[in-house]
T-cell receptor, first 120, second 116 residues
Framework: AQKVTQAQTEISVVEKEDVTLDCVYE???????LFWYKQPPSGELVFLIR??????QNEISGRYSWNFQKSTSSFNFTITASQVVDSAVYFC?????????????????FGTGTLLAVQP | EPEVTQTPSHQVTQMGQEVILRCVPI?????FYWYRQILGQKVEFLVS????????KSEIFDDQFSVERPDGSNFTLKIRSTKLEDSAMYFC??????????????FGPGTRLTVL
């Protein structure tokens, strides 16, 4: 079965601190995709990154970076020099397997989220 | 930038009433989804829809739920007889076909459903 675990329920940091959000996943598929979404206080879900299981290169986008390690089934997210606007709930998600009949599906299996509070 | 839109933003209904939540996916997208998020909890998959039919549904998506794409732009979720436990934020999402079904999904702003 597929599962995503975000063990950190809440993290509080002071502005300009670096913070890492952990994500551990379980899947039996050899091909899968991992995602991070941000949910600010306004409630919408904002796509941040998509990574496939064959690409273990770390990615950096501005102050955001992601560390994908297949050996530990982890896909961690680091925010460098955090800002108050980074305050949100962050969800890690795993795409489900394609159906056996080849039907198109891409359900996302979400973790429980990590609430990040960045204090000024 | 194209975005997924949802209406209404907040729906209040009495238990047992039918509700229809509406979504307009991004125009060139062909995969559509509904998810729900009970307050303070994680986002849960309800149903995926492609080529005018349901591709997959979760155990939450029982006979009380249905989806429809009545025209070329709208995608609706109907709950026939609402229960208190249906109170949640309902998100519509869509993704494009170009790279297959594992593209990133773009979410709408959500409809908050409150069942009294």
């Amino acid at each position: 079965a597929q599962k995503v675990t975000q063990a950190q329920t809440e993290i509080s940091v002071v502005e300009k601190e670096d913070v890492t959000l952990d994500c551990v996943y379980e899947t039996r598929d050899t091909t899968y995709y991992l995602f991070w979404y941000k949910q600010p206080p306004s409630g919408e879900l904002v796509f941040l990154i998509r990574r496939n299981s064959f690409d273990e290169q770390n990615e950096i986008s501005g102050r955001y970076s992601w560390n994908f390690q297949k050996s530990t089934s982890s896909f961690n997210f680091t925010i460098t020099a955090s800002q108050v606007v980074d305050s949100a709930v962050y969800f890690c998600a795993l795409s489900g397997p394609l159906m056996n009949y080849g039907g198109a599906t891409n359900k996302l299996i979400f973790g429980t989220g990590t609430l990040l509070a960045v204090q000024p | 930038e194209p975005e997924v839109t949802q209406t209404p933003s907040h729906q209040v209904t009495q238990m047992g009433q039918e509700v229809i939540l509406r979504c307009v996916p991004i125009s060139n997208h062909l995969y559509f989804y509904w998810y729900r998020q009970i307050l303070g909890q994680k986002v849960e998959f309800l149903v995926s829809f492609y080529n005018n039919e349901i591709s997959e549904k979760s155990e939450i998506f029982d006979d009380q739920f249905s989806v429809e794409r009545p025209d070329g732009s709208n995608f609706t979720l109907k709950i026939r007889s609402t229960k208190l436990e249906d109170s949640a934020m309902y998100f519509c999402a869509s993704s494009e076909i170009e790279r297959g079904p594992h593209n990133e999904q773009f979410f709408g702003p959500g409809t908050r459903l409150t069942v009294l």
